[in-house]
């Protein structure tokens, strides 16, 4: 029995089950869509949440470009160029024997600064948040100040007293060790064994304290979790739960509103914009979503991606039993080349927060995610890890909107792997086309 139903009988209520059990691909479209206006009002987060964490991130720009020069050129800002794919949607429409209307765009969060990926956003907004509510507590910095003075020994110091512990599959726990190694906080990442030996190898290098879990990964955040509680000066970052990492991704959408601008794409009634996300646990689409709802309100449908192996976020929204409900519970492994996605049980916070505000979700299969690694590295030069091309076949996949669409994959890492584990995935890719 899960959840007092046997799996004959969810299967019954929810047909799609059986499939994602036999690992095939799905589209699930949410029926629970509602305006967005009549929905954003009610929730425990709002547009102002967002400016404010938009605002902290400015404050930190100085220091940013500071201690990362490569952040130099775009003055501290850490963000990703939105790019046409324009020979990727010829590829696309290849693969898929399908016609794609409107436009292609990849949104390359795997050229974030930093730490490649995604996680550069949620990650580092709640290490730089943390540095900044401890030194405005000790009187050491106040908003106006300029924030390269937490670049001085003096901060360093302080910030050696205090720890920062999270539990990672790999990305997160870089973003988080790289900043907090910087600001000089004593940082611990719990990662389970089967994590990329090259990310445990990176953070090593940095000074970042890698503990290693035989468990799966849900085990290794438990632990890192509860070490972290019985210590005041230790602060767990918590992937499931925390709004702080949800609102750092949730900027995303201001800076994206802006690019849009900038290239004189439109986004009305009449020209929509379909927005596709990888997800694993939630936090990052989901902040991405919510700030593009905020703004773009229903002229913008978002869906998430998910591999056929861990369809946590699917599970628990087409269900509406969100963390209640993990795929292992209905038989499915939750073993995926992307590793950033894999992920058996979703965050219950994100999937309540967006119930109502996502167009739906489907799942790619290993051999999928491969195969478009190798075409958007062969159509356009972009190196993508697995986890981050879950998005590019969106636009095959999920309903028509027309013509007139605008759609942006967002490719969420890449630019730390090594060339060498870069090259295994790109022919794995090749050798299935
Ligand atoms: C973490 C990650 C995601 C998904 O973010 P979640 O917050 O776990 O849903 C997507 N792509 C990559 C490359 C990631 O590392």
Same mark, same amino acid.
Request: glycine share 8%; charged share 25%; net charge negative.
């Given at each position: 029995?899960?959840?007092?139903?046997?799996?004959?009988?969810?299967?019954?209520? %929810?047909? #799609?089950?059986?499939?994602?059990?036999?690992?095939?691909?799905?589209?699930?479209?949410?029926?629970?869509?509602?305006?967005?206006?009549?929905?954003?009002?009610?929730?425990?987060?709002?547009?102002?949440?967002?400016?404010? $964490?938009?605002?902290?991130?400015?404050?930190?720009?100085?220091?940013? $470009?500071?201690? %990362?020069?490569?952040?130099?050129?775009?003055?501290?800002?850490?963000?990703?160029? #939105?790019?046409?794919?324009?020979?990727?949607?010829?590829?696309?429409?290849?693969?898929?024997?399908?016609?794609?209307?409107?436009?292609?765009?990849?949104?390359?969060?795997?050229?974030?600064?930093?730490?490649?990926?995604?996680?550069?956003?949620?990650?580092?907004?709640?290490?730089?948040?943390? $540095?900044?509510?401890?030194?405005?507590?000790?009187?050491?910095?106040?908003?106006?100040?300029?924030?390269?003075?937490?670049?001085?020994?003096?901060?360093?110091?302080?910030?050696?007293?205090? /720890?920062?512990?999270?539990?990672?599959? =790999?990305?997160?726990?870089?973003?988080?060790?790289?900043?907090?190694?910087?600001?000089?906080?004593?940082?611990?990442?719990?990662? /389970?064994?089967?994590?990329?030996?090259?990310?445990?190898?990176?953070?090593?290098?940095?000074?970042?304290?890698?503990?290693?879990? /035989?468990?799966?990964?849900?085990?290794?955040?438990?632990?890192?979790?509860?070490?972290?509680?019985?210590?005041?000066?230790?602060?767990?970052?918590?992937?499931?739960?925390?709004?702080? #990492? %949800?609102?750092?991704?949730?900027?995303?959408?201001?800076?994206?509103? $802006?690019?849009?601008?900038?290239?004189?794409?439109?986004?009305?009634?009449?020209?929509?914009?379909?927005?596709?996300?990888?997800?694993?646990?939630?936090?990052?689409?989901?902040?991405?979503?919510?700030?593009?709802?905020?703004? %773009?309100?229903?002229?913008?449908?978002?869906?998430?991606?998910?591999?056929?192996?861990?369809?946590?976020?699917?599970?628990?929204?087409?269900?509406?039993?969100?963390?209640?409900?993990?795929?292992?519970?209905?038989?499915?492994?939750?073993?995926?080349?992307?590793?950033?996605?894999?992920?058996?049980?979703?965050? =219950?916070?994100?999937?309540?927060?967006?119930?109502?505000?996502?167009?739906?979700?489907?799942?790619?299969?290993?051999?999928? #995610?491969?195969?478009?690694?190798?075409?958007?590295?062969?159509?356009?030069?972009?190196?993508?890890?697995?986890?981050? /091309?879950? =998005?590019?076949?969106?636009?095959?996949?999920? !309903?028509?909107?027309?013509?007139?669409?605008?759609?942006?994959?967002?490719?969420?890492?890449?630019?730390?792997? !090594?060339?060498?584990?870069?090259?295994?995935?790109?022919?794995?890719?090749?050798?299935?086309?």
């Amino acid at each position: 029995m899960i959840e007092g139903k046997t799996i004959e009988q969810w299967k019954e209520e %929810f047909p #799609l089950i059986g499939q994602m059990t036999e690992y095939e691909e799905v589209l699930w479209t949410n029926d629970k869509a509602t305006e967005a206006e009549n929905v954003l009002d009610k929730l425990q987060l709002s547009e102002s949440d967002v400016l404010e $964490a938009e605002a902290r991130l400015k404050r930190f720009a100085p220091y940013i $470009a500071y201690v %990362f020069t490569e952040t130099t050129d775009n003055a501290g800002i850490i963000e990703s160029p #939105l790019t046409e794919t324009s020979e990727m949607k010829s590829a696309l429409e290849t693969l898929y024997k399908e016609p794609v209307s409107g436009d292609l765009y990849v949104k390359e969060d795997n050229r974030l600064a930093i730490s490649g990926s995604i996680k550069a956003r949620g990650g580092i907004y709640e290490v730089l948040k943390r $540095a900044e509510d401890l030194a405005a507590e000790a009187g050491m910095i106040t908003e106006e100040d300029d924030y390269k003075k937490f670049a001085s020994d003096e901060f360093n110091d302080f910030f050696s007293q205090y /720890s920062i512990v999270c539990g990672s599959t =790999g990305n997160l726990g870089l973003s988080i060790g790289i900043m907090s190694a910087e600001l000089g906080f004593n940082v611990t990442i719990h990662m /389970s064994d089967d994590a990329r030996a090259w990310k445990k190898e990176m953070l090593r290098a940095k000074g970042v304290n890698v503990v290693e879990h /035989s468990d799966d990964y849900s085990k290794a955040v438990e632990q890192g979790r509860n070490e972290s509680m019985h210590d005041p000066k230790s602060y767990f970052v918590d992937d499931e739960n925390s709004h702080t #990492l %949800f609102l750092g991704y949730a900027v995303a959408a201001v800076r994206l509103k $802006a690019q849009l601008q900038d290239e004189n794409i439109t986004v009305d009634r009449e020209h929509p914009l379909n927005v596709y996300l990888p997800c694993g646990v939630g936090g990052g689409p989901g902040g991405i979503a919510f700030g593009l709802k905020v703004i %773009f309100g229903d002229n913008v449908r978002c869906y998430f991606a998910e591999p056929t192996h861990s369809p946590c976020m699917l599970l628990g929204m087409m269900t509406g039993r969100h963390d209640n409900l993990s795929v292992q519970e209905f038989g499915m492994d939750n073993k995926t080349a992307a590793d950033g996605l894999a992920v058996g049980r979703a965050s =219950g916070f994100v999937g309540n927060l967006l119930e109502k505000l996502i167009a739906g979700i489907y799942t790619v299969s290993d051999e999928n #995610l491969f195969k478009l690694l190798a075409v958007i590295y062969d159509s356009e030069q972009i190196k993508l890890e697995p986890s981050a /091309s879950a =998005g590019l076949i969106g636009p095959a996949v999920v !309903p028509d909107t027309g013509d007139n669409t605008t759609h942006i994959a967002w490719s969420t890492g890449g630019d730390m792997v !090594p060339d060498e584990v870069w090259q295994e995935y790109y022919e794995t890719g090749k050798n299935l086309l």
